[in-house]
């Protein structure tokens, strides 16, 4: 298995404009999470999916923040429009309920200027 | 204060030496995660436990439910060993919940 692939690895983009990332979990694996990195704020969850279906999305910042899961292999996380204070690293994981561990996509750095 | 709290924040040691990493939680936990994140970024999941304590290669953790605290201890250390360790606890039922994260500690270990 080619693990949690996450893309772009890096997205520069002016402020205002449409942000989408793109994650494809771990085949068999039945929950995703979305986790966003900063140096202030160390790592936190934004949303995540059991099943497909959204669980807890109370970290999303604010109503321009939108993660689908249209099916079990994609995911999208997507910002409109973004901002500066957006800029940060986000990684994607999956999981197996009752399975150790979950596994870490190589995250996406995204610079917002 | 942090409902996850690792200590300590920096860390330097010596090639061989042995190392100690805590965590402290305040929040009822499923599991407790320890996360390994080098410079290029990536992240690896190291443990998974919810009691005792488990043991992989030079690398050993341990988690006291009582005290809410768990350890992460490296034996041998080499500085490919040198990342952030980070220390997650699991709110939800085992690895499919949320994960509440430590600020991490940045180990270097010098040849």
């Known amino acids: 298995d080619a693990g949690v692939i996450q893309s772009p690895r890096h997205e520069v983009t002016e402020m205002g404009q449409e942000v989408t990332l793109r994650c494809k979990p771990i085949s068999g694996h039945n929950s995703l999470f979305w986790y966003r990195q900063t140096m202030m704020r160390g790592l936190e969850l934004l949303i995540y999916?059991?099943?497909?279906?959204?669980?807890?999305d109370s970290g999303m910042p604010e109503d321009r923040f939108s993660a689908k899961m249209p099916n079990a292999s994609f995911s999208t996380l997507k910002i409109q429009p973004s901002e500066p204070r957006d800029s940060a690293v986000y990684f994607c994981?999956?999981?197996?309920?009752?399975?150790?561990?979950?596994?870490f996509g190589s995250g996406t750095r995204l610079t917002v200027v | 204060k942090n409902e996850v709290e690792q200590s300590p924040q920096n860390l330097t040691a010596q090639e061989g030496e042995f190392i100690t990493i805590n965590c402290s939680y305040s929040?009822?936990?499923?599991?407790l995660h320890w996360l390994q994140q080098h410079p290029g970024g990536g992240i690896v999941s190291l443990f998974m436990l919810s009691s005792g304590k488990k043991k992989h290669g030079r690398l050993i953790a341990t988690i006291n439910i009582q005290e809410k605290q768990s350890s992460l201890h490296i034996t041998a250390s080499h500085p490919r060993d040198s990342a952030v360790y980070i220390c997650a606890v699991a709110s939800g039922s085992g690895n499919t919940g949320k994960l509440i994260f430590g600020q991490g500690t940045t180990l270097q270990v010098k040849p």
């Open positions: 994981a999956s999981s197996l309920q009752g399975a150790v561990g979950y596994t």
């Open positions: 929040v009822g936990i499923s599991a």
């Open positions: 999916f059991n099943n497909n279906v959204p669980i807890d």
